[in-house]
């Protein structure tokens, strides 16, 4: 029952980027407490066909890209979700093009982890045997692609990605400025003030004859999910047979969208995080830790893999 609520909630395509499921998860929870045995998960790894790897804000953390949330987690005198918002957009451009600027220029000194490397060795290797490995990520820093990753659903979009406002051109970019009136602004400190830059020297559209005002093509709070992402992911969540959740609380969207999905249809569920939730009985794994540590043996060669 709740299962198809789950389910049909997320065919409606109206989910906020940072819900909280706490009370319909708690009706998911069994009281089985769920295997940490390595070696039983090394078991199913090995003769699973096609995993799907759901993964979250702790994983792009290990590589210290800050997240703007919880306690330290500030932009100048702001979160996330005060910024990362279509009506802080309207109100102030500059100050969220100055703060994302700054999210961009952040990620030139940042690289994989070891629970990147992981998951795109993982996938290359086992693509040989015909076997697939898919990442569903809610990350905006593109860390999975550049560790190799191959089939990866940015269900959050990209900071490296832009969309104009006025044609819905959507574009990768990786100038660094995006435009000659960011360089050297963005500055994180408290007391920074905002330099206000004048809408017409924002990035702007360089489609023939538009010129619109351009925003990082990322889902903001309130906004909806991309429905073409969306129905992709169900797909592969309808076929996957081993799911991975890395670096997220199963209680939080978008594992909380997503692996109870999976867990319906008999699917094992395996979270690799740093702590145990409420929903995590209802998994039949869970690896505590580190994911850059925890990763890499359970997705290394299993012995039975035959290598060509
Ligand atoms: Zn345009």
Not at 6 to 14: G, I, K
Not at 47 to 74: D, N, Q, W, Y
Not at 187 to 215: F, Y
Not at 238 to 262: H, R
Request: glycine fraction near 6%.
């Amino acid at each position: 029952m709740l299962m198809t609520v789950l389910q049909v909630s997320t065919r409606r395509v109206l989910y906020h980027s940072c819900c909280k499921l706490t009370k319909k998860s708690k009706h998911l929870v069994q009281m089985v407490r769920p295997s940490s045995d390595m070696a039983a998960f090394r078991e199913l790894f090995a003769k699973a066909k096609h995993i799907a790897i759901l993964t979250g804000a702790g994983v792009s953390a290990e590589s210290g890209v800050p997240t703007f949330r919880g306690a330290g987690g500030f932009w100048r005198k702001w979160q996330a979700q005060d910024l990362a918002a279509p009506e802080a957009f309207s109100r102030n451009p500059s100050r969220v093009w100055e703060f994302y600027h700054y999210r961009r220029e952040v990620m030139l000194t940042k690289n994989p982890n070891p629970a990147h490397l992981a998951i795109a060795e993982c996938e290359a290797r086992l693509s040989k045997q015909g076997r697939t490995v898919v990442v569903i990520t809610q990350n905006i820093d593109e860390l999975h692609t550049r560790a190799g990753s191959k089939n990866v659903f940015e269900i959050h979009g990209s900071l490296f990605k832009t969309r104009c406002i006025n044609c819905g051109n959507v574009k990768e970019n990786y100038r660094s400025p995006i435009c000659p009136a960011l360089e050297g602004r963005g500055a994180p400190d408290p007391d920074a003030v905002d330099v206000q830059i004048p809408v017409e020297h924002l990035p702007r559209c360089e489609e023939k004859a538009c010129n619109g005002l351009l925003r990082p093509n990322v889902v903001w709070f309130g906004e909806t999910l991309d429905s073409d992402i969306l129905s992709q992911v169900e797909k592969q969540l309808d076929v996957c047979d081993l799911c991975l959740v890395v670096g997220t609380s199963s209680i939080v969207y978008p594992a909380a969208l997503f692996a109870p999905q999976a867990a319906a249809r008999g699917v094992p569920v395996a979270e690799f995080n740093m702590g145990t939730t409420t929903a995590t009985g209802s998994f039949k794994f869970h690896f505590q830790g580190p994911c850059g540590q925890t990763l890499p043996p359970a997705l290394a060669r299993h012995e039975s893999e035959i290598i060509s």
